[in-house]
């Protein structure tokens, strides 16, 4: 089944660590994006990439780090400089850009730091 | 610029009762509108979407919504509640600046709880 991967789905962080949350599909979709999703609140563009080897800073970047090196893949590094890291963090893909049609999501990873 | 509101943060129905989600948007651009769902510890999916075509928009599970433009809204509705549609729905608007690449704006969620 076609569809988007992420791993894992939940995590635990000793502050001053960088962790790396992975993302995966299988729909050949050539844009990817990162969401932060935080209790209350709308999802939050982080990084998005339209190409292999590109990405774009959303709107709340600081703090983290994506690569494109493959089509398929689009991993995400939350580093010690993020202030806040414990939230619930989103995948998704779309065929284009984002407002010719629809995003699919993967399922999330739960990030904690203790 | 946009923005989308959604005026209720919880909506709590019985089952077989009629639902509304409220949302609205205000954009500079004729925008796009959608409605996602979210269940527990799960990803978003796609109910429906307005893209500038017919105004009443018909989506999955029994959902549907209509575009007003003069009210900037774009509320949703379903005849029946059931069980299954307790989750959290999310507005969300693209608005299209000619030559640009678009941006999503999700709104704060609305959590739909449905009884017995």
């Known amino acids: 089944d076609g569809g988007i991967t992420q791993s894992p789905k939940y995590l635990f962080r000793k502050e001053g660590q960088n962790v790396t949350l992975s993302c995966e599909q299988n729909l050949n979709h050539d844009a990817m994006y990162w969401y932060r999703q935080d209790p209350g609140q709308g999802l939050r563009l982080i990084y998005y990439?339209?190409?292999?080897?590109?990405?774009q800073k959303g709107d709340i970047a600081e703090g983290y780090s994506v690569s494109r090196e493959k089509k398929e893949s689009f991993p995400l590094t939350v580093t010690s400089a993020q202030k806040n890291p414990t939230a619930f963090y989103l995948c998704?893909?779309?065929?284009?850009?984002?407002?010719?049609?629809?995003?699919?999501f993967g399922e999330g990873s739960r990030l904690t730091v203790l | 610029a946009q923005s989308v509101t959604q005026l209720d943060s919880h909506v709590s129905v019985s089952e077989g009762t009629p639902v509304l989600l409220r949302c609205n948007y205000s954009s500079s651009y004729s925008p796009s509108l959608f409605w996602y769902v979210q269940h527990p510890n799960k990803g978003l999916q796609l109910l429906l979407k307005y893209t500038s075509a017919a105004t009443l928009v018909k989506g999955i599970n029994g959902f549907e919504a209509e575009f007003k433009k003069s009210e900037t809204s774009f509320h949703l509705t379903k005849p029946s509640a059931h069980m299954s549609d307790a989750a959290e729905y999310f507005c969300?608007?693209?608005?299209?600046?000619?030559?640009?690449?678009?941006?999503?704006?999700f709104g704060t969620g609305t959590r739909l709880q449905v009884t017995l």
């Open positions: 990439s339209q190409i292999v080897n590109d990405f």
């Open positions: 998704a893909s779309s065929i284009g850009l984002i407002n010719t049609g629809e995003l699919f």
């Open positions: 969300v608007v693209s608005a299209v600046r000619a030559g640009t690449a678009s941006k999503l704006t």
